[in-house]
């Protein structure tokens, strides 16, 4: 998983709905004062990794409770953004949005999620990973006031990209997950210097490192491609595992042989729709999977984040995705 449901009492998912994902600080969201904020988190924080266990998921997130979206939180931390005046870019749907506006160099500060992966390493005993925005994504969810050179910008998100990493694998993940969906949005881009930004992310980086590569927030993006834009091009990376959908866009898998010795995380949730998966609806998608990846290669997941769900419906699609797994299992066993 990535995001989880927050929870009602934590978010207004009315308003965290009613807009584009929020790129900038989105503070108004949050439905508790700011002295009592990390005490929620920390609490919300709680309640999504029991979910997890509970639903039997063997590798356990933080659920993003602490983030307004996947990526502002850390892009906002950086040194060269101007916070008092946000620019504007185009979302990946083609409309505007308020965006960090860059106004220097880009450099982390100081490190951003350490303490979420401590206090989720206080908190379960399983395999458990954190996500971070990647340097391509953040380089297109920003104005670009300062640099002469979108590449040289992407470079610099990297540098810092990869400094959090390898303090997120200190403080004790076990995965870091880069999570990269402009790379399916502007693929022209990524291949000219997104690629390239990829791999400064992941110099010297030691640790189990996946990336993941989507069509966006179901609940915001409503229409699928038939297949990626960018994916094959993955494959010579030092990444270890690629992330992507398969469920609501019925992707064809055959597609997946291109990364021959990745782990792939198989999105097998449909997060446009609330209904509820069966087990062997979940099955099938993983058995699409198998005559492409080896078994032990896949690891199975939501297409997406859990983000704008009810948390009841996030829980039930998670049993769901669990039990169809071990019907796989079985069947391979």
Request: with cysteine; aromatic share 8%.
């Amino acid at each position: 998983m990535g995001s989880y449901a927050q929870p009602d009492w934590l978010i207004d998912k009315v308003k965290l709905a009613g807009r584009f994902p929020p790129r900038v600080r989105a503070t108004e969201l949050w439905r508790v004062d700011p002295e009592f904020r990390e005490q929620a988190f920390d609490d919300a924080t709680v309640l999504a990794i029991r979910d997890q266990e509970r639903a039997g998921i063997d590798i356990i997130t933080d659920g993003e409770m602490r983030r307004e979206s996947y990526s502002n939180r850390f892009a906002t931390a950086l040194e060269g953004v101007d916070l008092d005046n946000p620019g504007i870019a185009l979302d990946r749907s083609g409309e505007p949005n308020p965006v960090p506006r860059i106004s220097g160099k880009i450099r982390r500060k100081h490190a951003v999620e350490t303490r979420d992966v401590e206090f989720l390493r206080a908190n379960t005993d399983r395999m458990i990973k954190i996500t971070v925005p990647g340097p391509f994504t953040m380089s297109q969810q920003a104005q670009n006031d300062f640099y002469t050179d979108e590449a040289e910008m992407a470079h610099d998100y990297a540098v810092a990209v990869n400094a959090e990493i390898k303090d997120l694998f200190a403080a004790g993940a076990d995965i870091v997950q880069i999570d990269e969906p402009y790379m399916q949005a502007r693929p022209a881009k990524a291949r000219d210097y997104g690629l390239a930004a990829l791999k400064t992310a992941l110099e010297g980086v030691g640790g189990r490192t996946a990336l993941h590569i989507c069509f966006g927030y179901a609940a915001l993006i409503h229409e699928r491609p038939e297949g990626y834009n960018f994916l094959p091009e993955l494959a010579d990376t030092a990444l270890d595992e690629i992330s992507v959908e398969t469920a609501q866009s019925e992707l064809d898998c055959s597609v997946l042989a291109k990364l021959p010795g990745k782990t792939v995380i198989l999105g097998v949730l449909d997060l446009s729709t609330q209904e509820i998966e069966m087990p062997e609806v979940v099955a099938t998608r993983i058995r699409r999977a198998l005559p492409y990846v080896p078994a032990e290669k896949l690891v199975i997941a939501p297409d997406c984040g859990f983000k704008y769900l009810p948390r009841e419906v996030a829980y039930a699609k998670m049993e769901a995705m669990v039990a169809g797994a071990r019907i796989v299992r079985a069947e391979l066993a």
